[in-house]
């Protein structure tokens, strides 16, 4: 089983329109959770990290749910700039554990 | 204050050769991460070197090699190159904070893209 698994997608949405993805991590004992954004063919950069209580940025929320090992993320009022794939990282100790990303492309 | 770099940004090697990448870290970072990312995938984490040693190894052959400088400064070596090595090596670099304890954040380089044929 692999150590994050995410929704591949891809998810075409609309401007404006709300979309939301989840991953699935299978270490219970992993104490951080990111969600980071990648472009085409650049690196990975820290969207926001993940707390427990759930937090939000902006247009961006995240979930957490430990019991279920579960990770969310909900983008509203998607803007074109949005499109990007979303890479659900869990950091377990030293390194950091990423999913396959979901892509998602916000179209006009 | 300059982020990660990493050198170079293309390389384009052949079957059985060898390949050194390097990485500077973001300033006051002193840590440093690799990472290989396939067409497609996650970046999968390769090693983490720490004054200047390496701390966790994943779950790659002993063909991958690396070194942290004094100057937190690092390199990726990769011997006898298979096809399968064609990738994106992402470096990434953190301040420790937590004594070891790890579970810092880490900012990414822009990557060196490796195409083995």
């Known amino acids: 089983r692999k150590e994050v698994e995410q929704d591949p997608g891809p998810f075409n949405v609309p401007e404006g329109a709300t979309v939301a993805f989840n991953c699935t991590y299978s270490n219970s004992a992993s104490q951080s959770f990111f969600w980071y954004r990648q472009d085409c063919r650049k690196e990975p950069k820290l969207l926001m990290s993940?707390?427990?209580s759930g937090n939000e940025d902006g247009r961006f929320t995240a979930q957490l749910n430990r019991a279920s090992q579960y990770i969310s993320l909900l983008i509203r009022d998607s803007k074109l700039s949005d499109s990007a794939t979303y890479l659900c990282?869990?950091?377990?100790?030293?390194?950091?554990?990423f999913g396959a990303g979901t892509t998602v492309t916000v179209r006009a | 204050d300059a982020g990660v770099t990493q050198s170079p940004t293309h390389l384009i090697k052949t079957r059985g050769q060898q390949v050194t990448l390097r990485c500077s870290p973001k300033s006051g970072h002193d840590t440093v991460s690799w990472y290989q990312q396939a067409l497609g995938q996650g970046p999968q984490f390769i090693f983490q070197y720490y004054e200047e040693e390496e701390r966790q190894r994943g779950n790659f052959p002993d063909r991958f090699s690396g070194h942290q400088f004094p100057n937190y400064s690092s390199e990726l070596n990769v011997n006898a190159l298979l096809l399968g090595d064609s990738a994106l090596y992402l470096c990434?670099?953190?301040?420790?904070?937590?004594?070891?304890?790890?579970?810092?954040?880490?900012?990414f380089g822009p990557g060196t893209r490796l195409t083995v044929l």
């Open positions: 993940v707390y427990s």
């Open positions: 990282v869990v950091n377990e100790g030293y390194k950091l554990s």
């Open positions: 990434a670099s953190s301040l420790d904070l937590t004594g070891g304890a790890g579970g810092n954040e880490q900012f």
